[in-house]
């Protein structure tokens, strides 16, 4: 099994890797007594993220998530990173490719399956729904600093 590996840490960020995206199907996540997920690995904890969570995740050819899901109080963006499938959101059926992005609110019920003759690998990002407002813009967050660049 391929563990996340930290890179390096200081007071203020953390860096790991999982690896290469054609390492993602080594990784295995445990959900409890008897149930491992294959191909699955969380990356909030190795990162200590405070607002998010992101996972990969690899399907083999005709695998799926196994299961309908839907969350509480997060909502989740899939980004397809390598191959081909079908999502369903609500009972809605639609394919997906590489570069495709799917948003699905808390009570979405949702589910992803690998329809292609190779793998396909997905990366997701959950986080508490409805946290950013109007104002909360990547321009009016963000402050361009006059520290120089150290390369």
Known sequence: MKAIETIKKGEQYAAVTVGSINEIKDHELEMGPGVVIPGKVFCGQALGLTGAEISFQ?????????????????????????????????GEVFPVSEGSLIRVSPKGKRALKNTGSGEMVMMCIQYKANSFGAADTPASDGNMLQDKLTW
Not at 61 to 87: A, C, M, N, R, W
């Open 58 to 90: 690899s399907f083999q050819p005709g695998q799926d998530s196994g299961f309908l899901h839907s969350h509480k109080t997060h909502e989740e963006v899939y980004i397809i990173i390598k191959g081909e499938g079908l999502y369903q959101v609500d």
